[in-house]
């Protein structure tokens, strides 16, 4: 059994570490001393390729810093890895996750090296650094690219029909009269992988946020519902009515993400409403993706509010574990940096503009990548709701699913989710539930 004096040295030792870790971790080694920092990523083939390939242009020009890659599952699983690490101090100097309300779940003030003000944030556009945010603070920096979700449309197709991208929905539909008419699939919907439905209400959520700007600090505090606020469950009304007008493909419910997308880019069929990270993987098979495969947001009843949602891109954050705080935010600098997000377009293709001041697409970029510059450019965004709000129901891709086939009404669909995510908030234990 341990003495009195024996805890007490042991809980001074824990103090010690604790106060070390607030401060950043040990400190910065010697000039030319060689470090070793550890990196963790999800173990899919994109992430992998985008993180080696900053990892090889950083180490050249600071010889004296060594990073390995160490890799987890993704999903559910690598979530709890994640989290397990955190919790246990047995995290990797820096790790790859995702951006937006994902990050409270990790409870960064505890777990993260808090970057406000710092010089490795200097690059990072001001417009993304609120999805890094927790309680005024800032913990990320962004890598690979935004994303789209909206409608990815075939080029070829619109201009063999003489067509223009519509800025409001009565256009979308008069487009997709015309796509039906020529014998061709209106809208592409592939309900076997059921998460591919929700796009039509997720996606929306630029034009929720341009109508009520406050609707998602209203949704998280339980002031605002879906089925009570007419902009909001108009995502749901849109599925709805791609389906009633008989816009959809044949065997929609048991068609899968990879039939869907070969659909779009053969040209069978005119429109997918689905995120743009999905199309760069298909250069190898379809290098025509490049060029006719464009995208537009969904769109609204004002054409002059013309918009797109986007997906904003993960984050590197720095564990508050290390103890190479200053190596570790020396990588950070680079990971945002032109320089970095050049090293990652050579190793993968941009599904969409970068994050980073400075950095730019490059004159070979794929269509939708430029289309969503165009939006960017132009301040016509909003992030997904889930980059804004950690209110999310688990059940809404089985909502999606039964709203889109017809075999439950808008109104009824909207409802069903305000209950669905009134169980997840209430777990969050988040204030007014």
Avoid at 57 to 64: C, G, K, L, V, Y
Avoid at 202 to 211: E, I, K, R, S, W
Avoid at 336 to 356: E, F, H, L, M, W
Wanted: hydrophobic share 40%; with cysteine.
């Amino acid at each position: 059994m341990k003495t009195f004096h024996g805890r007490l040295g042991a809980a001074l030792a824990a103090l010690a570490l604790a106060t070390t870790a607030a401060c950043g971790g040990d400190p910065a080694p010697a000039a030319g001393e060689p470090v070793t920092l550890t990196f963790l990523v999800d173990n899919s083939e994109t992430t992998l390729a985008t993180a080696k390939a900053v990892v090889d242009a950083f180490q050249p020009a600071n010889p004296d810093i060594k990073i390995e890659i160490e890799t987890r599952p993704q999903g559910t699983e690598g979530d709890n890895v994640v989290k397990t690490r955190l919790s246990t101090g047995d995290m990797t100097d820096m790790f790859w996750y995702n951006s937006g309300s994902l990050l409270q779940a990790l409870n960064p003030a505890q777990s993260m090296a808090d970057l406000t003000g710092d010089p490795a944030l200097a690059n990072v556009q001001d417009s993304y650094l609120s999805v890094v945010t927790q309680g005024g603070k800032a913990y990320g920096v962004p890598i690979s690219t935004a994303g789209g979700g909206g409608i990815l449309y075939n080029r070829k197709v619109y201009a063999d029909l003489g067509l223009q991208p519509p800025k409001t929905w009565a256009e979308f539909t008069a487009n997709n009269e015309k796509v039906k008419a020529a014998g061709l699939t209106p809208v592409i919907s592939t309900f076997k992988d059921t998460w591919t439905s929700q796009l039509f209400v997720l996606g929306d959520f630029y034009n929720v946020h341009t109508a009520l700007p406050n609707f998602a600090a209203d949704y998280t505090a339980n002031k605002a519902k879906y089925a009570a606020t007419p902009a909001a469950m108009t995502g749901f009304q849109r599925l709805a009515d791609v389906h009633q007008k008989g816009f959809l493909n044949k065997g929609f419910g048991s068609a899968t993400l990879d039939e869907g997308l070969r659909m779009l880019v053969e040209g069978k069929g005119a429109h997918y409403p689905m995120l743009s990270f999905l199309l760069p993987p298909l250069l190898k098979d379809y290098p025509q993706v490049a060029t006719d495969i464009g995208f537009f947001g969904i769109p609204g009843d004002d054409p002059a509010r013309n918009g797109a949602t986007i997906w904003e891109p993960a984050a590197v954050y720095v564990a508050r574990s290390t103890e190479h705080l200053a190596a570790v935010k020396k990588f950070l600098a680079f990971v945002a940096s032109p320089a970095g997000t050049d090293a990652q377009t050579k190793a993968v293709a941009p599904a969409g503009p970068y994050r980073v001041k400075g950095s730019k697409l490059p004159e070979d970029a794929i269509q939708v990548a430029k289309d969503l510059q165009a939006y960017i450019d132009r301040d016509a965004t909003a992030p997904a709701l889930e980059f804004l709000s950690p209110v999310k129901g688990p059940a809404l891709e089985q909502i999606t699913v039964a709203v889109g086939s017809g075999l439950t009404p808008a109104a009824e669909g909207a409802a069903q989710y305000d209950q669905d995510v009134a169980k997840q908030a209430k777990q969050l234990g988040l204030a007014g539930w």
